[in-house]
């Protein structure tokens, strides 16, 4: 999950490594670390003042409730099924856990582009690199949970701003 | 970038690979030293807050290890 966030957040899965060693396998440890340190080596130097807003936008997604609570229901949706009674394949939950992932993260990201001074659509678009009617379309979903708020027209534009 | 020295913070659960590691160095084998590790009482433990938290403070990779 975090590995797929790193991906949207153009920092790149290859940066995270996961590997399972146990106290008695010395050996192994140092190939895990090797391997690592070569692959992040290849991956180059992370610019973390150009990722700062996407890193912020991506502490934020795995900081945020609805992300924390489908998480943590993963066993128990899956394998015994959620409060009606259904039981989730696994592929239906990630496939629902991703696209809720990547819903956080680019609302997260517009309303770090608003809050740095972006005021319109186009703003937030050339800031962020999503579409424009990505961004409409999650901007709405921002006014209704009071993140963002629409303030008026700006040579015939509709401007935004941050609560 | 032949000679780019990444910096990872690794972070290896107490029982399993933090002891693994301990033994590599008891054992003398040699690996690189880009590791800066945190010891955590178990991987469970781990964040992806405290993940995204690394990269924001300026590492270039991170090593989950249990």
């Known amino acids: 999950m975090t590995q797929k966030l790193l991906e949207m957040a153009g920092i790149g899965k290859d940066r995270l490594h996961l590997a399972w060693v146990s106290s008695a396998e010395a050996q192994r440890f140092v190939d895990v670390a090797t391997n690592t340190i070569n692959t992040v080596k290849q991956q180059g130097k992370l610019d973390s003042k150009a990722a700062a807003m996407r890193l912020e936008a991506a502490e934020m997604t795995v900081s945020s ?99 | 970038m032949a000679d780019f020295e990444p910096k990872i913070v690794a972070f290896l659960c107490n029982w399993c690979a933090y002891a693994g590691a301990d033994l590599a160095g008891v054992s003398r084998l040699q690996y690189p030293s880009n590791l800066r590790t945190v010891r955590v009482m178990c991987s469970g433990r781990v964040d992806p807050v405290f993940i995204v938290k690394a990269f924001k403070q300026g590492c270039d990779g991170v090593l989950v290890s249990g």
């Open chain 1, 65 to 163: 409730e609805t992300i924390r609570w489908l998480v943590g229901k993963e066993v128990k949706i899956t394998a015994k099924g959620d409060v009606y009674g259904r039981k989730w394949d696994v592929d239906k939950y990630e496939s629902i856990l991703y696209m809720e992932l990547e819903r956080e993260y680019q609302k997260n990201l517009i309303f770090l582009a608003i809050k740095e001074g972006c005021k319109s659509v186009r703003d937030v678009s050339d800031k962020t690199e999503l579409e424009l009617l990505r961004i409409s379309y999650l901007l709405a979903d921002l006014e209704k949970t009071n993140r963002v708020e629409f303030t008026g027209m700006e040579n015939s534009k509709p401007v935004f701003a941050v609560i």
